[in-house]
C-alpha cells in the first residue's frame, strides 16, 4: 500500500484519473451552439411577449458541483483507500515479514473486538503480497505454528475469526514457540491485553530486540476479574480485584442459577487507594444454595464469572426420631433442627425409613446403644457414600458402638470432676486442613463438658476441630465412600453453649457437605468437566481436549485447554475451577525504550472504499431526479407540497435520538447469559399506526378468551363452541362474565388481552414459527395462560409429548408435573377430584411449584398440558344444545364443566384459596365460629365434586352474609 499521512491506498494509480476532472469541468460547462434566427412572418404577432421561462444559457453552478463531487468520490473510492492513523508515513514495502502477536487469554476477553481490529488494521500498513505471521500467547494443542506463511488476505480471516480463550496467557511458552520456528520478523505488531502476568515487560522486550515493535495495549475494564469467594450460611462475599487504586469506582455483581435466572444483585464500591473490592449478598441460605455462578454486571469474560460448586446446595438431611419428648423445645434435636432449616430439607422418622429415602445426611444426638439391625442399616448406608453424624451426651459417655470415628473413654470430662478444667474452654482456630477452614470462631462460645477419645497415633489426622486445650471437638473417619462425623458435645445447651452462636449453623453444612466428599482435601477420585466456560464467560459443553481433573489437583491446577474452567462432576458431587482464582493482575507500566505505542484511535483502521462508492452512487441519482425533473418527467411540486416536505424533512433530521434525553440505564439478562443496557427512564410507548381492529379494542375493554387459529376449519369451530359453553357456564354460574371468545392468530393478534388462549392442536399439525414461539414465550412471561389440548385422551397411556416437542419448539416451558393431591386448582371453585373432558381419568401437567422458571410469584401455573378434550365437553351451539357426546354422559360432563370453572378461577384469583380453606379452622379457634358446629362445625365434611362456594361465605368481620 502507499501512505499518504494517515491515509493508505491500495490502488493508487486510480487517482489518476483525477486528471480528467478539468476535461469534464469543460464538458459540464460548455454552451450549447445558439439557435438560428429565421424570420416567419407569422410570428410577428408573437412581437413583444416576454417567455415565462428561459432555458439557461451555461449548466447552473450546483448541478456542475454535484456531478463534479459523484465522479470524485467515485475516482477516489476506486483507489481503496484506507484511513489508519497508526500507519507509518513512509512506505513499509520491502520491510520484511510482519509477526502479529496477539494475547488471546481471559483478561483480553472485554475488549476483545479493540484487539481484533487494531490487529487487522495493521495489516493495511504494508503491501498485498506482504508476508504475514500469526502468534497467539494462550497455549493450544492446534496453536498455528509463527512460522507458517499467510497472505494478507488469509491473515485478516483468520485474525477475523479468533475467539478469547478462557484461560490465561503463556507468554513463555510463545517466545518458545516463536524461538523453535526460527522466524525472523522484519516488523512485529503487539496486540497486547496490558497486564504484567507471566512476564509481561520481559515478552515485550524479547519482542523489541527482535524487530521494531509496534503495541497497543487495551488492559480490561476495571472490575478486572473475581479473585475468590467467601461463603457463611446465610450470606457469602465476592472479592473483585481493579488494576489501578486510585479513584473511587463501583461495580455491580449478579447471584445466578444455573439456568441464568438472577436471584440478587450487589454493589461492590473500590476505595481510593484500594484495589480489591467485595460485594456482599445476605439472602437466605435456601436461595442462597440455588446460586451456581457470580458475574460482574456488563463485563463479559471468564475472569469475570465465578462458577460456585455443590458444596453449599440444598440438603436432604434426615433426624432420627428419638420418641415422644415431653419438653420438645429443651430437647438437642430442637437445635438441629432449627440449625439446619435455613439450608436443608429436614424429614424425621425411624432408621429403617430414614435409610431407604437415602438422604445426605442422618443425625444421631446423643444413642449410646443403637439397635444391632439398625446399626447394620447405618453401616451399609454409610458405606454406599452417607454422611452419618452423631452427638454426644450422658448416654453415648457410657456406652458406644461401632459407628464412631475414633474409639472413646467411657467417662465424660466437666467442671468439677476428676478430668476438669478450672474454666470453661474456648474453640481453637481451625486448621487449615480442617473443612471448617474459613469459619470465624466466636470468641464468646464455651464448653463445658465433652466426651473424651483414647488417645492414639491416628487421632490427630482424625480431628477436625480443638478446642483451646488441643482436645478434639469434632472427629471423623471415612467408612467406605461415606463419612461418620461425631461431635463431642451435645447439641444443646447443656454442655456447650455452640448451639446458640452463629457457627453452629456452618459446621452442620460444612459437615453434611464433607460427608460427600465435597469439601474434603481427598487425594483419591477424578472429575470430569461437565459444564466449562469460553472466554466471554458463558457455560458450554466441554470440547474434546477438556480432560478429567484428579480431586487432589483442584487447588493447585492452572486452567488451561486440558483443564477449562467449569463445574466438573465427580464422586462427591460438583467441584468449580475458576479463571481468576486468587489472580493478581498488575499493569505493565514500563515498556522498552524502542516500542512505539499506539492509543486507541490510532490502533483503528476505517476502509473508506465503501462509503465513497456509496456517495458517489447517492450523487448520481440525484442528479437523475433533477434532470427529469427539470424535463418535466415528474410531477410539479406545489408550494403546500414543498413546505410539508421541507418540515418533514427538518423533522426527521432535526428530531433528537431516543438516546439523546438523559437518562438511567440497567443491565438485563440476556437468554446467552449476558447483559445488555437498557434505559429505565421515561420512556413514550407509540400508538400503533392505523385504526386498530374492532375485535382488539372489544378484547381490551370487555374479558374474552381466545383460540388458536388452526389449519383445521373443524378444530377451530369446535375451539370456538367449547369457549363460548363455558363462557355461558361462567355467567350463570359466577361473577365471571365473559365475552364470546376471539379467534387468535399467534403472529399478528394482541395476546397479551387475553386471560386464556385455549389451543387445541390438530392432527399433523406444522410446527409453529418462530414468530409465533416467540410471542407465546412473551405471553406467558407477562402472566398469561395457556391451554394445550391434544385431544389424544381415546389412546390409552399418558400425554403424547413427541408431537408436542415438535410443534413447541423453542417454546420456554418451566419444569412440568401432574396436578398433585390436594393442588389449588382442585378447589378454586368446586371440589373436584378429577379434570375429565370429553375423556375421563386424563392426566393435567402444570408448572413445578417453586420453579427457578416460574412466571410469577405466587406458584401460579401459566401453563397446562392435556388430552381429555376439554373444549368438546364444553361446547354449545347458539340456543344452548351440548355437541358433542361426552364418554360418561351427563355426569361427566358435568364434571368438565365444574373443571372449566375451576380453571378460570385459578388463572383469574390465583392461590388465594390455599389460605382461604383454613378460614373456618382459624375463626373456630378464635371463638367466632358456630357454637354448635354448622357449616364450619367438626361436621362431616362436604362431599367431593361439590361447589366449595356453596357454603356460608363470611364477611371480612368473621359475619355469615
Wanted: glycine residues 8%.
Amino acid at each position: 500500500m502507499t501512505a499518504l499521512g494517515p491515509f493508505l491506498f491500495g490502488a493508487p494509480w486510480a487517482l489518476a484519473a483525477l486528471i480528467a476532472l478539468p476535461v469534464i469541468w469543460w464538458i459540464l460547462r460548455a454552451t450549447p451552439p445558439a439557435p438560428k434566427d429565421v424570420e416567419l412572418p407569422s410570428m410577428r404577432i408573437l412581437e413583444g411577449m416576454e417567455p415565462k421561462e428561459e432555458t439557461p444559457a451555461r449548466t447552473p453552478w450546483w448541478v456542475w458541483l454535484i456531478r463534479t463531487l459523484a465522479v470524485t468520490a467515485a475516482i477516489v473510492g476506486l483507489s481503496q483507500p484506507v484511513y489508519a492513523p497508526g500507519a507509518k508515513t513512509e512506505s513499509v514495502e520491502g520491510s520484511g515479514p510482519l509477526l502479529i502477536v496477539i494475547d488471546n487469554g481471559w483478561p483480553s476477553a472485554p475488549r476483545w473486538s479493540e484487539l481484533v481490529n487494531a490487529a487487522t488494521a495493521t495489516l493495511d500498513t504494508g503491501s498485498r503480497d506482504m508476508p504475514v505471521h500469526l502468534l497467539l500467547t494462550a497455549p493450544q494443542q492446534l496453536n498455528s505454528d509463527p512460522s507458517e506463511r499467510l497472505s494478507t488476505a488469509d491473515a485478516a480471516k483468520r485474525i477475523s475469526s479468533l475467539r478469547p480463550q478462557a484461560w490465561n496467557t503463556d507468554r513463555a511458552d510463545a517466545i518458545t514457540r516463536l524461538d523453535d520456528s526460527g522466524l525472523k520478523p522484519g516488523r512485529i505488531f503487539w496486540a497486547s491485553d496490558g497486564l504484567e502476568n507471566n512476564g509481561g515487560r520481559a515478552f515485550a522486550a524479547d519482542l523489541s530486540a527482535r524487530a521494531p515493535l509496534t503495541v497497543f495495549a487495551a488492559p480490561p475494564h476495571t472490575p478486572a476479574a473475581i479473585t475468590k469467594l467467601n461463603s457463611e450460611t446465610d450470606s457469602v462475599s465476592v472479592t473483585l480485584r481493579r488494576l489501578e487504586a486510585r479513584g473511587e469506582e463501583s461495580a455491580y455483581v449478579s447471584a445466578l442459577t444455573l439456568d441464568g435466572s438472577a436471584l440478587a444483585t450487589s454493589e461492590a464500591t473500590f476505595p481510593d487507594g484500594e484495589n480489591e473490592a467485595a460485594a456482599d449478598f445476605t439472602i437466605p441460605a435456601a436461595a442462597l444454595a440455588r446460586i451456581a455462578r457470580f458475574t460482574v454486571t456488563g463485563r463479559q469474560g471468564a475472569g469475570t464469572v465465578w462458577l460456585w460448586d455443590s458444596s453449599d446446595r440444598s440438603r436432604r438431611v434426615g433426624l432420627v426420631d428419638a420418641g415422644a419428648i415431653a419438653q420438645p423445645l429443651l430437647s438437642d434435636m430442637h437445635y438441629v433442627r432449627k440449625a439446619l432449616e435455613p439450608f436443608a430439607s429436614i424429614t424425621e422418622g425411624t432408621v429403617e425409613t430414614l435409610v431407604a429415602e437415602s438422604p445426605d445426611a442422618i443425625i444421631l444426638t446423643d444413642v449410646g446403644q443403637i439397635l444391632p439391625e439398625d446399626e447394620k442399616r447405618l453401616a451399609d448406608w454409610v458405606e454406599s457414600g452417607g454422611a452419618l453424624i452423631r452427638f454426644a451426651g450422658p448416654r453415648l459417655a457410657a456406652q458406644g458402638d461401632d459407628l464412631l470415628p475414633v474409639p472413646l473413654r467411657r467417662a465424660s470430662r466437666a467442671l468439677g470432676g476428676a478430668l476438669a478444667w478450672d474454666e470453661p474452654q474456648a474453640l481453637a482456630p481451625f486448621a487449615e486442613t480442617s473443612p471448617f477452614d474459613g469459619l470465624n470462631v466466636p470468641p464468646d462460645v464455651r464448653i463445658t463438658q465433652q466426651v473424651l477419645a483414647r488417645p492414639g497415633p491416628e487421632l490427630s489426622s482424625h480431628t477436625w476441630a480443638r478446642l483451646a486445650d488441643g482436645s478434639p471437638l469434632v472427629t471423623a473417619d471415612a467408612r467406605g465412600s461415606g463419612m461418620i462425623i461425631l461431635f463431642h458435645i451435645t447439641a444443646g445447651p447443656d454442655w456447650a453453649n455452640l448451639a446458640y452462636s452463629d457457627l453452629f449453623p456452618q459446621m452442620l453444612r460444612r459437615c453434611i457437605a464433607a460427608g460427600r466428599g465435597e469439601s474434603v482435601n481427598a487425594e483419591e477420585g477424578a472429575y470430569s468437566p461437565k459444564l466449562v466456560l469460553d472466554g466471554y464467560g458463558r457455560l458450554q459443553s466441554p470440547g474434546p481436549a477438556a480432560a478429567p481433573l484428579k480431586a487432589a489437583d483442584f487447588a493447585t491446577v492452572e486452567p488451561s485447554e486440558a483443564h477449562p474452567p467449569g463445574l466438573y462432576q465427580g464422586p462427591g458431587g460438583t467441584r468449580a475451577l475458576n479463571a481468576a482464582r486468587k489472580a493478581t493482575p498488575t499493569l505493565i507500566q514500563t515498556w522498552p525504550p524502542a516500542a512505539r505505542l499506539l492509543g486507541d484511535a490510532e490502533a483503528r483502521a476505517m476502509r473508506l472504499a465503501g462509503p465513497l462508492l456509496t456517495f458517489a452512487a447517492f450523487l448520481l441519482a440525484l442528479d437523475l431526479f433533477i434532470a427529469l425533473l427539470v424535463a418535466g418527467h415528474l410531477p410539479r411540486i406545489g408550494r403546500k407540497t414543498g413546505t410539508a416536505a421541507v418540515v418533514l424533512l427538518a423533522a426527521t433530521f432535526l428530531a433528537p435520538s431516543p438516546g439523546a434525553n438523559a437518562q438511567e440505564y440497567q443491565y438485563r439478562l440476556m437468554q446467552d447469559g449476558t447483559y445488555r443496557r437498557i434505559a429505565t427512564g421515561p420512556t413514550i410507548i407509540p400508538l400503533p399506526k392505523g385504526k386498530a381492529p374492532q375485535s382488539d379494542v372489544d378484547a381490551a375493554l370487555l374479558m374474552r378468551f381466545g383460540y388458536v387459529k388452526t389449519p383445521d376449519v373443524a378444530i377451530n369451530e369446535r375451539a370456538r363452541a367449547g369457549l363460548f359453553g363455558l363462557a355461558t357456564t361462567l355467567y350463570n354460574r359466577t361473577s365471571v362474565e365473559p365475552e364470546a371468545p376471539d379467534e387468535l392468530d399467534l403472529e399478528t393478534s394482541p395476546l397479551e388481552l387475553y386471560p386464556l388462549i385455549y389451543f387445541a392442536v390438530p392432527q399433523g399439525a406444522a410446527p409453529l414459527s418462530e414468530k409465533a414461539i416467540a410471542r407465546l414465550n412473551a405471553y406467558l412471561r407477562s402472566g398469561g395462560a395457556l391451554v394445550i389440548d391434544t385431544r389424544d385422551g381415546d389412546t390409552p397411556g399418558s400425554t403424547e409429548i413427541t408431537r408436542l416437542e415438535s410443534l413447541l419448539e423453542g417454546l420456554d416451558a418451566p419444569p412440568l408435573q401432574p396436578v398433585p393431591s390436594g393442588h389449588v386448582l382442585t378447589r378454586s371453585f368446586y371440589l373436584l377430584d378429577g379434570f375429565p373432558g370429553r375423556y375421563a381419568d386424563r392426566q393435567l401437567w402444570i408448572e413445578q411449584a417453586g420453579s427457578a422458571s416460574a412466571p410469577r410469584g405466587d406458584g401460579v401455573s401459566g401453563l397446562f398440558i392435556g388430552d381429555a378434550d376439554w373444549i368438546s365437553a364444553w361446547a354449545i351451539d347458539d340456543r344452548g344444545r351440548d355437541l358433542y357426546s361426552v364418554d360418561g354422559g351427563a355426569d361427566q360432563r358435568e364434571m368438565a364443566r365444574r373443571f372449566g370453572v375451576n380453571l378460570v378461577m385459578y388463572i383469574l384469583t390465583g392461590s388465594y384459596k390455599d389460605d382461604q380453606v383454613h378460614l373456618p379452622a382459624l375463626l373456630e379457634r378464635l371463638g367466632e365460629g358456630d357454637a354448635d358446629g354448622g357449616a364450619f362445625g367438626p361436621g362431616p365434611r362436604p362431599p367431593n365434586n361439590t361447589r366449595e362456594n356453596d357454603v356460608p361465605q363470611f364477611l371480612p368481620n368473621g359475619v355469615p352474609q
